[in-house]
């Protein structure tokens, strides 16, 4: 069974860090694309940031720059969403989501609908 799995997730005060990771089973990373998405309650789903299946290519929200750092390992076939200097509107559920590029190794995008297979998300809370 092909499955993503976000963990991570949590509580954390405006100014802290959280690093989410995205563990891919069933399947092996190599050949895809992972975007991080999030989506908070009453807002459409928004692309954070991706990173191509070489690793060498990465993609930024405007809002996150500078402060989120995306990586992968693909030996352990899971993904990094390391988030730091956290606000309260980056309060929201996080999913990461693997898009199939073969041999297009250097793309990846920002855009939810070219993603083949999502998570279950995880909350990040950002409160005092």
């Known amino acids: 069974q092909l499955q993503l799995v976000e963990s991570g997730g949590g509580l954390v005060q405006p100014g802290g860090s959280l690093r989410l990771s995205c563990a891919a089973s069933?399947?092996?990373?190599?050949?895809?694309?992972i975007g991080w998405f999030r989506q908070a309650p009453g807002k459409e789903r928004e692309g954070v940031s991706c990173i191509s299946s070489s690793g060498g290519s990465t993609n930024y929200a405007d809002s996150v720059k500078g402060r989120f750092t995306i990586s992968r390992d693909n030996a352990k076939n899971t993904v990094y969403l390391q988030m730091s200097s956290l606000k309260p509107e980056d309060t929201a559920v996080y999913y990461c989501?693997?898009?199939?590029?073969?041999?297009?190794?250097?793309?990846?995008?920002?855009?939810?609908?070219?993603?083949?297979?999502w998570g279950q998300g995880t909350q990040v809370t950002v409160s005092s």
């Open positions: 069933g399947f092996t990373l190599d050949y895809y694309a």
């Open positions: 989501a693997a898009w199939w590029v073969g041999t297009v190794r250097h793309v990846c995008v920002l855009t939810g609908k070219s993603y083949n297979y």
